[in-house]
């Protein structure tokens, strides 16, 4: 089980790390327009803004996976739904937008994962406690 930890792991830091030169591309004005598609618009430095909560709220969640495998994956969750409703916000607005839930599928599939490896590490710890109880 601990070689999925570390692999989930460095496959998240991995995927952090690609999300933070997305966030420094978007940042550095020659390059905006490969990550936004209309910097122009005045609502832009709101977009941006969303930008780096998002990016902030992913780091939350890798500190938090060092204490809790649920809060962590509740937190990609939570990241995830934000992602969308940013999206959704971009659309409307006319920013464009269409690939952030795509790119945000790993982080979604980690969230998930961590869900379901806290649900196991519960069900065999009740499982191996049970016999226990009964004799």
């Given at each position: 089980?601990?070689?999925?930890?570390?692999?989930?792991?460095i496959?998240?830091?991995a995927y952090g790390?690609l999300?933070?030169?997305?966030?420094?591309?978007?940042?550095?004005p020659?390059?905006?327009?490969a990550?936004?598609?209309?910097?122009?618009?005045?609502?832009f430095?709101l977009?941006?803004?969303?930008?780096?909560?998002l990016?902030?709220?992913?780091?939350v969640?890798m500190i938090i996976?060092?204490?809790?495998?649920?809060?962590?994956?509740l937190?990609?969750?939570?990241w995830y739904?934000?992602?969308i409703?940013?999206?959704?916000?971009?659309?409307?607005?006319?920013?464009g937008?269409g690939?952030?839930p795509?790119?945000?599928?790993p982080?979604l599939?980690?969230g998930?994962i961590?869900?379901?490896?806290?649900?196991?590490?519960?069900l065999?710890?009740r499982?191996?406690?049970?016999?226990?109880?009964?004799?």
């Amino acid at each position: 089980m601990q070689t999925i930890h570390r692999r989930l792991r460095i496959i998240a830091f991995a995927y952090g790390v690609l999300y933070f030169l997305f966030i420094v591309v978007g940042t550095i004005p020659a390059t905006r327009t490969a990550i936004f598609s209309h910097p122009e618009l005045p609502i832009f430095r709101l977009e941006q803004a969303f930008a780096f909560l998002l990016f902030a709220l992913f780091v939350v969640g890798m500190i938090i996976w060092s204490h809790s495998e649920l809060g962590a994956g509740l937190v990609f969750l939570i990241w995830y739904a934000q992602v969308i409703w940013d999206e959704l916000l971009s659309e409307h607005f006319g920013m464009g937008g269409g690939a952030g839930p795509v790119l945000g599928i790993p982080g979604l599939l980690i969230g998930l994962i961590l869900v379901v490896l806290w649900a196991v590490h519960r069900l065999r710890s009740r499982l191996s406690v049970a016999p226990a109880q009964r004799g």
